[in-house]
């Protein structure tokens, strides 16, 4: 569902401009006739979109208060598009999409609320190209320092920092997906960016 034009961004999506009923849900299969033909075919499928953002953004910073401090840096993506390939391919939720081979599959609750049957080509709609603006935080790091520790008459201390770092929090964004960071702008491949905690500390005898 991605093209290469002249004139246009790289890898674009070339897709069907999606038809909605009086209360804003996709009708299954039914896509705008764009060159007034009467036909619906591949003749009516247009660029819409593409996965390259506008702008990039980028923040560091640090601060500090007596023997604290704190740093994090965040990213933002504005504008760019992800077709959302984990809940097209999955959306057919009729008998023939969730039953096969005589088991049940698993459906996100997004394609459930769609309720498509796996008519036509539905899954070439617009629908699935969606904002995939973000914001994320990389990580987070608050630690305090000290000196002087277990100090007596015949020993200088110990003195260090300790730490608690924490990458990839969170992630601000309206993408319906798992993630909006994709490297082709398909996601189909819903495996999730992990979590971590890191407790450290450094000691200077």
């Not at 897709?15 to 009923?21: E, H, K, L, S």
């Not at 391919?89 to 309720?115: C, D, E, M, Q, W």
Request: overall charge positive; hydrophobic content about 35%.
């Amino acid at each position: 569902c991605q093209v290469q034009k002249v004139g246009y961004p790289m890898n674009s999506f070339f897709v069907y401009q999606q038809v909605y009923d009086k209360d804003g849900k996709p009708i299954e299969n039914m896509f705008v006739d764009r060159n007034g033909d009467g036909v619906i075919n591949a003749s009516d499928k247009y660029i819409y979109k593409k996965p390259a953002a506008d702008v990039l953004m980028g923040l560091t910073s640090k601060f500090t208060y007596k023997n604290w401090d704190l740093s994090f840096a965040l990213r933002a993506s504005l504008n760019n598009y992800v077709y959302n390939d984990v809940l097209a391919s999955k959306s057919s939720v009729g008998k023939g999409g969730i039953f096969n081979h005589g088991y049940y599959s698993n459906r996100p609750t997004a394609a459930v609320n769609l309720g498509f049957e796996g008519k036509g080509d539905y899954y070439l709609s617009d629908r699935f190209v969606e904002n995939a603006s973000f914001l994320r935080c990389d990580n987070i790091t608050l630690g305090y320092s000290f000196k002087d520790l277990f100090k007596t008459s015949a020993y200088k201390g110990i003195g260090g920092r300790i730490y608690a770092t924490a990458q990839n929090p969170f992630i601000i964004t309206k993408y319906e997906g798992l993630d909006p960071e994709v490297k082709s702008g398909i996601d189909s491949n819903p495996y999730p960016r992990a979590f971590t905690f890191l407790l450290g500390v450094n000691l200077q005898f």
